[in-house]
């Protein structure tokens, strides 16, 4: 099997390149707003988009070159955030005509922000278990409950939410899909700021929050079809490989500027090169999966349990590669530790240490968001092994 790419594959990665240095020239700091706009000029905003959409219609090896070249560049593949990469395909595969005309351009043009209101207190693993309620009076649902975990809500124009709007005896059914503008009455949005001292967390409660019918996804009660799609997206999206290559040559890098035992190098301690080396080739196998699975979600097929197995496997090799970079900064990581050192220092150590240590306590959290690891175990347990 040939895996090397060809040379249009080539000229692309060439032309990736061209646009990358030319939109930050070597030291230029990243800004967003140049970002998208050098994605708009090239047809690239919404590059996971299906062309019939405005996406550029790449082949699944052009939108991997794409990834791995953003992502060792530190840009993010694509700018949008979860109104992009989430709602979007939602949009194509169940909104109407006009939801489609009405929001797309926006999240394309990046003029709104959305955000995910699906957990709630005692609803986030068993997410069907959901209670916060919609009633349906003439042309509205007026909306009450509680929405928890919510990131980026206090930035956020819209939502993209489930609600009850039945108690069905299959808990799955009864739930609806809704669009929530954020700055309707009734919604109030309350910070939970995490243990390192970030503000992404938030709750949101709805008061009597009038929601029109028209922003209603689809059909009344099949709101939980819609939102297992759109969860088969996020998890996908995972996978992480284009940052854990890009961490793994790093450390390569810092280890080999850092003196090991017996006056050697950390990168030739035989103990340290040898794990590194194991991380390398579970995340090569990971790198094929994903590719497989791009090519048949392509094809038409649904990504189904693969997307469990993806972001599963995917979290653990960078939470491994993450703690890689704590062991290469050894004492200099200590103060970066917010439990034990308090607010950050003045910086000190290597430059990476900083950075590279918020990453480590960032990372254990993707075990958790989006599903927790035993829910995907759960899935690939029912799903392929059929137990
Ligand atoms: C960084 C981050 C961002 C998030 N952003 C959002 C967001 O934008 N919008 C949103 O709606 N939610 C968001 N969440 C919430 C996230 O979806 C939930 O935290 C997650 O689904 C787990 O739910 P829970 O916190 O209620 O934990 P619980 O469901 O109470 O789980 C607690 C523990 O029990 C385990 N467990 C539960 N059920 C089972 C089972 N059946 N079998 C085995 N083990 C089980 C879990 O694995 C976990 O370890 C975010 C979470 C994180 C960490």
Known sequence: ??????????????QVGGLIAESFPA????DEATWHAALTRMGWAANKWPAAFGGPGWTPTESFIWERETTAAGLPPQVGGMGMGMLAPILFGYGTKAQQDRFLPDILANRVR???????????????????????QGEAYVVDG????????????????LVRTAVEPKRQAGITFLLIDMRAAG???????????????NR??????????????????????????????????????????DLARRIRLAAAAIPGARGGRL?????????????????RALEATEMRTLWEVQAGSAPGAQSSLLKLKGTEIVQRLTEFFVECAGPYAAPWFPAIAGPPPPPVGPEWAGPEVARYFEGRAA????????????????????I
């Open 187 to 201: 919604v109030t949005v309350s910070p939970i700021v995490s243990i390192d001292g970030r503000h992404m967390f």
């Open 114 to 136: 959305w955000c995910q209101g699906y957990s709630e207190p005692g609803a986030g693993s068993d997410l069907a278990s959901l209670s916060t309620r919609a009633v349906r």
């Open 146 to 161: 509680e929405k928890l975990w919510t990131s980026g809500a206090h930035e956020a124009d819209w939502m993209f939410c």
């Open 267 to 283: 990168i030739d301690d035989p103990g340290f090169a040898g794990r590194l080396g194991l991380a390398e080739i579970e995340l």
């Open 204 to 245: 949101v409660v709805f008061d009597a929050v009038p929601v029109p019918v028209e922003n209603r996804i689809g059909e009344e009660g099949q709101g939980w079809t819609y939102a297992k799609g759109l969860l088969t997206h996020e998890r996908t999206g995972q996978a992480f490989v284009s940052l854990s290559l």
């Open 1 to 14: 099997m040939d895996l090397d790419i060809s040379d249009q594959d080539r000229a692309f990665q060439a």
């Open 367 to 386: 075990s958790i968001a989006g599903g927790s690891d035993e829910i995907q175990r759960n899935i690939i347990a029912k799903q392929v092994l059929k």
């Open 27 to 30: 030291g230029a700091p990243y």
